[in-house]
């Protein structure tokens, strides 16, 4: 049951670009979201979230956007730093609970 | 800055065996958590955790599965008799009362059963 998923396994982008990473979900009753980034060896990371009730969060150089009908849900960072190069996690979670629904993850590789 | 903590960072053992896998939490962190990955695949929810009790769990977390918080500071999980597909990495996270939704996770612990 993939109820968060990212078809985009890696991405690269050049230093100063704008790298986009996206989600989509099943779930309709999800109505918490949460972008985790994860270097190699180490634990998640919280990045940004959002809330159902927004369409768009912002903190620095990363956005987060939500599409509620399309059920979609994408991570803007820019520019892009040779830093920012990880594993990006989206998830997801209900009300109703605090089990999160993570993604497959995509693997970004900002190129200097 | 406050972080999580798990030990032992990589965990071998012979099928059938129990582990312990341990968690420092956030001092100040009510919520507790445990998820695992096993190689190449995404982060799997296990188990939540609140007022010393389990708040949710997965499909995952059978009874092959336990977790503890003995003292004040620890959180354990438990696998009774280990298999080859419990193999993963395992993450510990931590999460204030009120704000939950941010999650804090430990490096995690990589559990390889022979």
């Known amino acids: 049951d993939q109820q968060v998923k990212q078809n985009s396994p890696s991405l690269s982008v050049q230093e100063g670009r704008i790298s986009i990473l996206n989600c989509d979900y099943t779930?309709?009753?999800?109505?918490?979201f949460l972008w985790y980034k994860k270097y190699p060896a180490e634990g998640p990371t919280f990045l940004i979230s959002?809330?159902?009730?927004?369409d768009k969060n912002e903190d620095g150089r990363f956005t987060v956007f939500l599409n509620k009908s399309a059920k979609h849900l994408s991570l803007h960072i820019v520019p892009s730093q040779p830093g920012d190069s990880a594993v990006y996690f989206c998830?997801?979670?209900?009300?109703?609970?605090?089990?999160?629904?993570f993604g497959t993850g995509t693997s970004l590789t900002v190129i200097p | 800055e406050p972080e999580v903590t798990q030990t032992p960072s990589h965990q071998v053992t012979q099928m059938g065996q129990e582990v312990i896998l341990r968690c420092v939490p956030i001092?100040?962190?009510?919520?507790f958590y445990w998820y695992r990955q096993i190689l190449g695949q995404k982060v799997e929810f296990l188990v939540s955790?609140?007022?010393?009790?389990?708040?949710?769990k997965s499909e995952i977390f059978d009874d092959q599965f336990s977790v503890e918080r003995p003292d004040g500071s620890n959180f354990t999980l438990k696998i009774r008799s280990t298999k080859l597909e419990d193999s993963a990495m395992y993450f510990c996270?931590?999460?204030?009362?009120?704000?939950?939704?941010?999650?804090?996770f430990g490096p995690g612990t990589r559990l390889t059963v022979t």
């Open positions: 959002i809330s159902s009730i927004k």
């Open positions: 996270a931590s999460s204030e009362e009120g704000t939950n939704y941010e999650q804090y």
């Open positions: 998830a997801a979670t209900l009300n109703t609970g605090n089990q999160f629904y």
């Open positions: 955790f609140y007022n010393n009790e389990i708040s949710e």
């Open positions: 779930n309709s009753m999800f109505d918490y």
């Open positions: 001092s100040n962190h009510l919520y």
